[in-house]
């Protein structure tokens, strides 16, 4: 499992610096990082696969808005995602009737992807099941997670890695 594999690294270990202990803390809250965001996928599948979706089905399905349309081009940017393999994904939802195609007002070459009233619907229904408080953080209470929000959203807001 991922987890093991994340848990079996060795800590780095900085003998005679002042910051081992900081580093081998922080070494420790990335394997766990690691390994709840292992979770959260592995939650996320089987509540998609619940819903009949695939998790790439259910990932297009959470970045589209219930209002307007996006290129397909900017929904496989967003989901990094290649556009060539999404074609089929949007395929499946739309025989679903979960999303439709439109072409774009400004060039008709390009298409545009919408949520229907039905998706929308099968949207809502997939995020209340994924966040009932039945996956992993659903042992956490409100305080716990107010917490947690604060401090994600202090690392969030952290120095940016560099886009490449």
């Known amino acids: 499992m991922v987890e093991d594999r994340l848990f079996s690294v060795a800590p780095i270990q900085k003998r005679g610096t002042a910051n081992s202990e900081d580093l081998q803390l922080e070494g420790e809250v990335v394997g766990l990082w690691f390994a709840m965001q292992a979770r959260l996928e592995a939650h996320f599948t089987r509540v998609a696969a619940d819903q009949g979706l695939s998790a790439v089905q259910a990932k297009v399905l959470m970045q589209l808005q219930p209002a307007g349309a996006v290129t397909m081009r900017s929904l496989a940017d967003q989901l ?4 060539s393999n999404l074609t089929g994904v949007i395929d499946r939802l739309e025989e679903r009737g979960a999303v439709r195609r439109q072409p774009h007002p ?7 992807v919408m949520l229907t009233d039905q998706g929308a ?12 408080r039945s996956g992993p953080l659903g042992q956490l209470d409100r305080q716990q997670l107010d917490h947690l929000r604060t401090l994600l959203t202090i690392a969030m807001d952290g120095p940016r890695e560099p886009t490449g």
């Open 80 to 83: 990094r995602y290649d556009a």
């Open 106 to 112: 400004e060039d008709r070459r390009v298409k545009g």
């Open 121 to 132: 619907r099968l949207r809502l229904a997939f995020w209340h099941r994924l966040t009932g």
